[in-house]
């Protein structure tokens, strides 16, 4: 059963944009923090961005002051607009659920930045 359903990835210039979408249940949008994360080749998953039920908003060191998050409560929908993308964004880029159940993965999304 699949919870997250990713949307939004593809290939990108260098210095490009693009803009990842996650829907979810009403349920799962309402008690969980929602967010993206992202993994590269030979590296380790990290956080680009996190936004709490309530609107908090946390940024990975690496994407801060280039992305944006944020939440549609009419659509269960979280969205990450990502802006000037380097050759480091490309990844597979996770949507996120968090909350006391643990965290939920979506399936992932590829994103590919080229030169």
């Known amino acids: 059963q699949v919870h997250l359903v990713e949307s939004g990835g593809g290939l990108v210039q260098t210095g490009g944009s693009l803009t990842l979408s996650c829907a979810t249940s009403e349920s799962i949008f309402n008690n969980n923090a929602l967010g993206w994360y992202r993994q590269a080749p030979g590296k380790q998953r990290e956080l680009v961005a996190r936004?709490?039920?309530?609107?908090?908003?946390l940024y990975g060191d690496s994407v801060r002051g280039r992305v944006t998050i944020s939440r549609d409560n009419a659509k269960n929908t979280v969205t990450l607009q990502m802006n000037n993308l380097n050759i480091e964004d490309t990844g597979v880029y996770y949507c996120?659920?968090?909350?006391?159940?643990?965290?939920?993965w979506g399936q992932g999304t590829q994103v590919t930045v080229s030169s």
């Open positions: 996120n659920a968090f909350g006391t159940s643990g965290h939920m």
């Open positions: 936004i709490s039920s309530s609107g908090l908003i």
